[in-house]
């Protein structure tokens, strides 16, 4: 550019005219340290700078430009009269005080002489600032959902409707199988679809093209023959005259999904074929929306064989024995507990046909789901007819009953009569008289226990175990039994501890037979000459009797079973010891009547201790 006075055709206010109402922010500057000669108005808001800067220097102006590259570019334009150009130029400025980034496109015009000397340089800038910022931001929203799409494995593509070009992400080529830099075609990937599914793929794009939604879930083939599964989305972009122009959406590997669903549906397939065979019925009962679910054979154990809708109180409650209605009914609201149950549901209960009106015994296993405050959401499980079994079991137990019922009278007799003997023998001073009846009398004693356990088994069975409450003194009752067992303890030391004076409301002899069996069994698991302790502790609300000894023990499995009827050990330690395994069963059944709480502490080879609790009222 030539001096702005010569040459111009431009008178110097003319220039100065034009330069305060040009729509770009022009300045002039002065000599090698740059002096501001003039600036426009609009140069000077760029600067965020007040008139008085001009005629000083552009480093005192603009003092913040130190440590950035500009003044070197204006001094190189200045010595070399070559003009420099920025585009996009990042800028910090102190604009009326604050610091600002801003972006500029701005050209750097030298200013010559006529000698072609340089006399200085001519600035034009354009502030881009919000176009710059507003790419930026476009370009981290654009790099976000990238970030995200390749997080979440799917592939992206965009296809132009009108040319078949198809622009896709990296991730899609390796979803068909490809390497992530290989760049597929639209009609490549027509070959890549399994066959048998071409038709429905082409059939869901011609859909696309007149609903707007493209979507489809197909098998697809990559190059090592191997088959999978991906689901397309997508959504098509029409022009003002409804003509589709692109079509953009994700792609998914849904291989993994696919056969994991596979396998649900076969798992689901084997526990219906189980369920059928075990011959097994099931429910399922909805506990928020009140509704309830019952296959055609949980139909069957209520005598139903249509397939109406079943709920809770008309059907089930009402299909139930009169007698067991209360009982099953609280043993729901209790499974539905969590603290109670743990969501364990678990019941036997008769049924009364609505259309046959037969009789049936059944029994019901199910779990509780919770939802994360432990509010029940469904009780879910299977019943299964037992009334075979249970018949046969009731039959055993009036047999039982029966038995020892009729064992009962001749054995006090006899009793009755082996005592008067003893007086005879004792009386006359037979030694060996006395000492064969003394031991008539104690294995008389072991038959009658065995006799009375098994009238008590066949009496709770038939729910005609009652209690016969009143207070009494703990202390006293255990040291009865202490005194009672010693003439059988083989030589063990039978320890009492921690005696006070405790009293409770509850059934003496029945807790009395709970304590003697928990020392008899002491005796006789574990080897003469050892000592059984028996201990008595109490809080505010509740008393437990411990009986600890340093017999055989028991194995953790087994000890989940010990208080099962019937259920004896068998194992080597265990081989010479008879018995039917009632004692426990009995003695459990006795502390839950009580709502008292019974169990075992044991080590095999290290002793046990079983306890039992009794709340205090
Ligand atoms: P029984 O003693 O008549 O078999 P119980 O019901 O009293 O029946 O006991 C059940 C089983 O528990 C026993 O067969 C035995 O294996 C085991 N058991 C009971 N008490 C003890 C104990 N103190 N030490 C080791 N095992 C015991």
């Not at 600036?39 to 000083?56: C, E, F, Y």
Request: include cysteine.
């Amino acid at each position: 550019m030539q001096n702005l006075d010569n040459g111009s055709g431009l008178g110097k206010q003319s220039f100065h005219d034009l330069m305060a109402q040009a729509p770009v922010a022009i300045s002039v500057l002065r000599g090698y340290d740059m002096v501001i000669e003039s600036a426009n108005s609009m140069m000077l808001d760029v600067w965020g700078k007040t008139p008085d800067i001009i005629n000083r220097p552009l480093m005192e102006g603009l003092p913040e430009l130190k440590g950035q590259p500009y003044i070197n570019f204006l001094h190189d334009v200045y010595t070399t009269g070559k003009p420099h150009y920025g585009y996009e130029a990042k800028v910090l400025l102190v604009r009326n005080g604050v610091g600002e980034r801003c972006y500029f496109n701005f050209v750097y015009q030298p200013i010559t002489e006529p000698d072609d000397r340089v006399s200085g340089i001519m600035v034009v800038a354009m502030e881009v600032t919000q176009q710059v910022i507003a790419r930026i931001k476009m370009e981290d929203a654009e790099e976000r959902l990238r970030l995200a799409t390749e997080a979440t494995g799917l592939g992206t593509w965009d296809l132009d409707l009108q040319s078949g070009n198809i622009i896709h992400s990296p991730r899609l080529a390796e979803i068909f199988g490809r390497n992530n830099r290989t760049v597929l075609r639209q009609a490549e990937l027509n070959n890549i679809v399994h066959p048998a599914d071409l038709d429905m793929v082409n059939k869901a794009f011609d859909d696309a093209l007149t609903s707007g939604v493209y979507f489809f879930e197909a098998r697809v083939i990559w190059p090592d023959g191997t088959i999978h599964w991906v689901r397309t989305t997508g959504k098509v972009i029409y022009d003002d005259n409804r003509v589709p122009l692109r079509m953009l959406g994700t792609i998914k590997d849904i291989t993994e999904q696919k056969h994991m669903l596979d396998e649900l549906l076969k798992s689901e397939e084997s526990l219906r074929l189980a369920t059928e065979a075990a011959e097994l019925g099931t429910f399922d009962m909805d506990v928020v929306n009140h509704s309830l679910v019952w296959d055609h054979r949980c139909r069957e154990m209520f005598g139903i064989t249509n397939n109406d809708p079943v709920s809770y109180e008309n059907t089930f409650l009402l299909g139930l024995h009169p007698d067991d209605r209360e009982r099953t009914d609280a043993a729901v609201c209790q499974a539905l507990n969590k603290k109670i149950s743990n969501g364990d549901f678990n019941v036997d209960y008769r049924t009364i046909g609505v259309e046959d009106k037969k009789l049936r015994w059944v029994r019901a296993k199910g779990k509780v789901l919770f939802n994360e405050q432990d509010m029940p959401l469904r009780l879910i499980g299977a019943v299964l007819d037992i009334t075979e079994s249970k018949q046969n079991e009731l039959k055993k137990n009036d047999f039982i009953a029966m038995a020892s019922h009729e064992l009962k009278t001749p054995l006090t007799s006899l009793k009755a009569y082996i005592q008067l003997l003893l007086l005879n023998a004792r009386r006359i001073g037979d030694s060996f008289l006395v000492n064969a009846l003394e031991k008539s009398d104690s294995q008389i004693s072991k038959m009658t226990k065995l006799i009375h356990g098994f009238l008590d088994m066949s009496k709770l069975e038939s729910g005609k175990l009652t209690l016969n409450k009143e207070v009494f003194d703990l202390t006293k009752l255990i040291e009865e039994i202490i005194g009672d067992s010693r003439p059988i303890s083989q030589g063990h030391d039978i320890v009492f501890e921690n005696r006070s004076v405790i009293k409770v409301n509850a059934d003496r002899e029945k807790i009395g037979q709970v304590i003697s069996n928990f020392i008899s069994n002491a005796i006789k698991y574990s080897p003469k000459s050892t000592s059984v302790v028996v201990e008595l502790t109490s809080t505010d609300n509740s008393v437990k009797i411990a009986v600890k000894d340093n017999g055989i023990g028991i194995k953790e499995i087994d000890q989940q079973n010990i208080f099962q009827r019937f259920y004896r050990v068998e194992n080597e330690s265990t081989k010479g010891f008879s018995g039917f395994g009632i004692g426990l069963y009995l003695s459990a059944e006795i502390i839950n009547l009580h709502s008292g709480k019974i169990g075992v502490y044991s080590k095999e080879g290290k002793g046990s201790t079983f306890y039992f609790t009794l709340p205090i009222v």
